[in-house]
């Protein structure tokens, strides 16, 4: 598939067994790819000033990246289910070191969620909407949808606690005695 000066585009569910090559010099932006599979090919878009989205969504949630002056070859099947998850409270990449080419920032839609306040956003398990620089959220109780900025792509899910848990020592109970016999 080559776009070539395409402005405003939606292509939505195709399988693209080469590339996607946004030539920038003759002014290809604001398009989007949704949900395409792209099995063993090249994003290309050389042009730092064109933006063009790369979104990948179900009813959980939505994945959308804003990819510019960027060439990223996958030499994998790119699809949702398959590299690209989005599930219940989950939304992420496979573990494939083919992948960290989409380590970028990213806008993150969670659907359906269930918090009567605005949860804790975690980054591999890591709690991340506490440092603005690197997760800004937004939460809407009433139609439960978190919608996050991110400023690198990894595996993502809400929380309503990022606590130690409770550890409980049980020590022997007052009338317990250690006896040794040598």
Known sequence: LLTMSSQNTLYE????????NIAGATG?????????????????????LSFNWFVYNNSLGEIRWNL???TISTNIN????????IQ?????????????NFNTSA????YGLGYASTPFL????????????????SYNSGTGTLLANVSSFSNYTTSTADAAPNVT???????YSNITST
């Not at 604001?30 to 949900?35: D, P």
């Not at 219940?88 to 960290?100: F, K, Q, S």
């Not at 806008?107 to 969670?110: N, S, Y």
Request: glycine share 4%; hydrophobic share 40%.
């Open 68 to 70: 510019s002056n960027a």
């Open 78 to 85: 790119l699809s949702l289910g398959t590299n690209i998850f």
């Open 122 to 137: 975690l980054k591999n398990g890591v709690r991340c909407d506490n440092n603005v620089a690197l997760c800004n959220i």
């Open 13 to 20: 569910n195709n399988t693209i067994y080469n590339s996607i």
């Open 169 to 175: 020592l049980v020590s022997p109970a007052a009338s």
């Open 107 to 110: 806008q993150l839609t969670f």
């Open 88 to 100: 219940n409270n989950t939304l992420g990449l496979a573990d494939n070191i083919i992948l960290r």
């Open 28 to 48: 290809a932006y604001n398009n989007t790819f949704l949900n395409n599979i792209l099995n063993s090919g090249t994003i290309s878009n050389n042009d730092p």
